[in-house]
């Protein structure tokens, strides 16, 4: 059998977005992927579903594995021939004892390659608004572990260094030994003035910031029950704070904010969730396939008569998708599309239509089947042929009222909406919405509704409704919610994805 490798991965200082590109691509490989306790549990889901997922975190009054264990965990896994990710929070070369594991594989004849991450010691800062060097202020910065106690006898931290070394001082895994680092660095020279930084889960939703002196940030951390994990930030720099302060001005910072959107559609909504200072949480509830064979034996039969039609009507971009991938199949283009004419429900279904590179005759203002009916009173006459491409568990409205003035409506089914994930996931989700991990849910139509009940379960609903905001796209996605029971707290005005985020951005 031949030998694995492990990768010595840094997963970043706990915000996703943070972790490297080279880091995903070893995730996304890994057989084996052992984990430590500041890792985001998104950043976990990156990894294959056949990958082995072992948790070896450390907290101040619990170790899942000792380190030597660790290492020739590392070592067993790898000799299996396995491929191994051993992510850690931050960079694995910084207080993360990753010199340690590559000794040890070294030893065992091992390869290992070292991937490093964003260290907390930057990062965490940043997202404080401070930055831990300014030509202004100071040129160097001396980072420190915080969890030696400063007081013992046999330390091998010489504070009367320390103290003086940089300006800026970066402490990490220090909160308890907070008082104990005020003091020693007070005697060996620091003012009892200088200003003092605590980050707590810096870069995540709940980040919280502590500002006092090193005369004063042990009693403030005291009266806040203020406590690990926390970054600790020494010097003049912690000033710049208060002008340079950001992400916290951004309106969903502190939200996360659950997307229970298709996978291949989530990205544009957790990317403006991220831009607007939240963190998404994504959960598909549903996913879109290919229509059943028959019904794409329709779709192509309508196709090729494209001509008998006045209008075709696109009512998502989903539509506009499996239209055109039927065309293709059948080596038809645009050109044999002439003579109907196009209507598209909502901005971005008529934009995927122009990228196509075919104009949009009707976009009604509203973007309801009831409302497109009424618009097209006068554009289209009784006799009529109308095709009406989309989903299999769309509503009927809109060809029933078309029926009624008289039209000849071809409703094919185009693609399916299913559920997707699993209930286990689904329990996953529910236990973050009951401890209040999750601030918001957003529903973008009826079936994300449906679908997420159905994998969180009805019955838990009084268990975590209360602790969080429920945010529909617009009514009929709200009726849904209401008719099972879910009450919506934010309803969209424009019911399109940016009409969705500024109803949120409005209400927290």
Wanted: glycine share 8%; charged share 25%; proline share 5%.
């Amino acid at each position: 059998m031949e030998k694995g490798v492990v990768y010595l991965v840094g997963a970043g200082p706990g915000d996703p977005g943070l972790l490297t590109v080279k880091g995903l691509s070893c995730i996304q490989r890994a057989d084996v992927l052992v984990y430590d306790r500041l890792v985001a549990s998104k950043i976990l889901t990156y990894a294959p579903t056949r990958a082995e997922m072992i948790y070896v975190g450390k907290s101040p009054d619990h170790h899942a594995l000792p380190q030597e264990e660790i290492n020739l965990l590392l070592v067993e896994k790898a000799l299996e021939g396995k491929c191994v990710v051993r992510l850690k929070g931050g960079d694995p070369f910084l207080f993360g004892r990753g010199g340690e594991e590559a000794e040890c594989l070294l030893e065992h004849g091992v390869s290992f390659e070292v991937v490093p991450g964003i260290t907390s010691a930057l990062a965490v800062p940043a997202y404080a608004g401070i930055p831990v060097t300014h030509r202004d202020y100071t040129s160097a910065v001396c980072i420190v572990t915080g969890n030696e106690d400063p007081l013992k006898e046999d330390s091998s931290l010489d504070w009367s260094k320390i103290a003086l070394s940089a300006n800026t001082l970066v402490f990490l895994m220090g909160m308890a030994n907070l008082g104990t680092i005020c003091i020693r660095l007070i005697e060996n020279g620091r003012a009892p003035q200088t200003p003092v930084a605590l980050i707590r889960w810096g870069t995540r939703p709940e980040q919280r910031t502590l500002v006092g002196t090193l005369a004063t940030i042990e009693t403030y951390a005291r009266s806040t029950n203020f406590a690990n994990p926390a970054v600790i930030v020494v010097g003049d720099v912690v000033n710049l704070r208060t002008k340079l302060s950001w992400i916290e001005k951004r309106p969903l910072f502190g939200k996360r904010v659950l997307v229970t959107r298709a996978r291949e559609q989530a990205s544009r909504l957790s990317q403006a969730i991220e831009e607007l200072g939240g963190e998404a949480y994504e959960f598909p509830s549903i996913r879109v396939v290919p229509s059943l064979p028959e019904e794409a034996e329709k779709l192509d039969g309508a196709l090729r008569r494209a001509g008998d039609y006045k209008w075709i009507i696109f009512t998502s971009v989903n539509g506009v998708i499996a239209f055109f991938d039927r065309l293709e199949a059948l080596e038809m283009d645009v050109r044999d599309l002439k003579g109907p004419r196009l209507c598209a429900i909502g901005p971005k279904t008529a934009e995927e239509l122009r990228r196509k590179g075919l104009r949009v005759d009707f976009l009604p203002e509203l973007f309801k089947a009831e409302e497109i009916a009424e618009g097209l009173k006068g554009k289209v006459d009784a006799g009529d042929r109308v095709l009406l491409p989309r989903a299999n568990i769309a509503r009927k409205v809109l060809p029933e009222a078309l029926v009624e003035m008289g039209v000849l409506v071809d409703e094919i089914v185009a693609y399916r909406t299913v559920q997707a994930e699993s209930p286990e996931s689904g329990e996953r989700v529910c236990e973050e919405l009951k401890d209040g991990r999750i601030q918001i849910i957003t529903f973008t139509s009826s079936s994300t509704v449906t679908n997420f009940l159905k994998l969180v379960g009805v019955e838990s609903i009084p268990q975590w409704r209360d602790k969080v905001k429920v945010a529909s796209i617009g009514p009929i996605t709200s009726e849904t919610a209401e008719k099972m029971g879910l009450s919506v707290d934010i309803e969209a005005e424009e019911y399109t994805i940016d009409g969705l985020l500024q109803a949120i951005a409005r209400s927290v």
